[in-house]
C-alpha cells in the first residue's frame, strides 16, 4: 500500500494531467497533417491516414514565413536586451541601496502590476502617435529599456538580491568601490539564474504578443510572427491544415528556448525567496 500511495497514484496523476495539457498541442500538429477532407470528418479523425507533410511547405508559398520569423525574433531579443538591462537596475536600487522613499516608490512599482495592459493602451497610444512613432518598432521595444510594465520582473529580481549576502556589497563599499563596479562586477555575475528566468518569461511574452502589434505596425512588411498569422487566417480562413502547421512552427523556438533553459529557469524560480 506503501507503494502504491506514494509512487503508484502522484504518477498515474502525472500523466493523466500531462496528457490533458498536451492534448491541444498534439490536436494542433494532427490538424498540421490532415487532409482538407479530413478536418471535420465526423467521427473526428485523431491520426491522419495519410500524414500531409507538404502542409508545411504550402505554408511558405502562402505567406513570408521567414520573414515575419525575423521580425518577431527581432522585436523579442531587443525586449529581452531592455528588460535584462533595466529591470536588475531597479531592483538593485530597491534592495541594497539605502535611499528617501525606496519602498513607497518600491510599493508603486508593484502597484503598476495591478493594472491590466487594456487601460495604459490608449494614453500609450496617444503618447507614440504624437511622436511619429506608430508603425515603427519603437513603441514595442522602447518601454522595455525604461523598465515600464516590468514590475513582476524587477519583484522577482529584487527578492534573489535580497538573499545575496548584504556583507558582500558591505566589503566592497569599504574598498571604495562604486554603486556601478559593484553591480557590475558582484550583483550581476551573481544572479545568473533569475536573469534566465526573467529573459525566458520576457522572450515568451514578447515572441507570442498580439495586441502590441496590432496596434502599433501597419505595415505588412514589419508584421510579427502572431500578427501574421492572424492576417493569413483572415486572408485563407478555410485553409485551417495550413494554418496549423504554421502555427506548429511558430511554438517551435519556445520548446527549444525552454528546452535549454529550463535548468536555470526552474533554479531562478526555486532560489528567489519571499523575502522582506
Request: hydrophobic share 55%.
Amino acid at each position: 500500500m506503501t507503494w502504491v500511495r506514494q509512487k503508484l497514484i502522484p504518477y498515474t496523476l502525472l500523466v493523466l494531467f500531462s496528457i490533458i495539457f498536451a492534448a491541444p498541442l498534439l490536436w494542433l500538429i494532427s490538424t498540421s497533417l490532415k487532409k482538407q477532407s479530413e478536418l471535420f470528418a465526423n467521427p473526428p479523425v485523431f491520426i491522419p491516414r495519410s500524414p500531409q507533410w507538404g502542409n508545411y511547405a504550402d505554408v511558405f508559398k502562402t505567406i513570408d514565413f521567414f520573414r515575419l520569423t525575423g521580425n518577431t525574433l527581432l522585436v523579442s531579443v531587443l525586449v529581452v536586451i531592455g528588460v535584462l538591462i533595466s529591470a536588475p537596475l531597479a531592483a538593485y536600487a530597491c534592495s541594497h541601496i539605502d535611499w528617501f522613499g525606496k519602498k513607497p516608490l518600491f510599493a508603486l512599482v508593484m502597484a503598476t502590476m495591478m493594472l491590466p495592459y487594456q487601460v495604459t493602451m490608449v494614453p500609450l497610444y496617444v503618447i507614440f502617435n504624437k511622436m511619429h512613432l506608430i508603425g515603427s518598432y519603437v513603441p514595442l521595444v522602447l518601454p522595455a529599456f525604461l523598465a515600464a510594465g516590468a514590475g513582476y520582473y524587477i519583484f522577482l529580481m529584487r527578492q534573489f538580491f535580497l538573499t545575496l549576502p548584504h556583507s558582500l556589497v558591505q566589503a566592497a563599499r569599504i574598498d571604495g568601490a562604486s554603486e556601478a563596479r559593484i553591480y557590475v562586477q558582484i550583483i550581476f555575475p551573481l544572479c545568473r539564474p533569475v536573469v534566465a528566468t526573467v529573459g525566458v518569461m520576457t522572450f515568451l511574452a514578447t515572441w507570442s504578443d498580439f495586441l502590441g502589434p496590432l496596434l502599433y505596425l501597419n505595415d505588412q512588411k514589419r508584421y510579427t510572427l502572431s500578427l501574421g498569422l492572424y492576417a493569413f487566417m483572415q486572408t485563407h480562413y478555410i485553409q485551417w491544415e495550413q494554418l496549423m502547421a504554421a502555427s506548429a512552427m511558430f511554438t517551435v523556438p519556445i520548446i527549444i528556448l525552454f528546452f535549454f533553459a529550463q535548468k536555470q529557469f526552474i533554479e531562478g524560480i526555486a532560489l528567489t525567496g519571499i523575502k522582506a
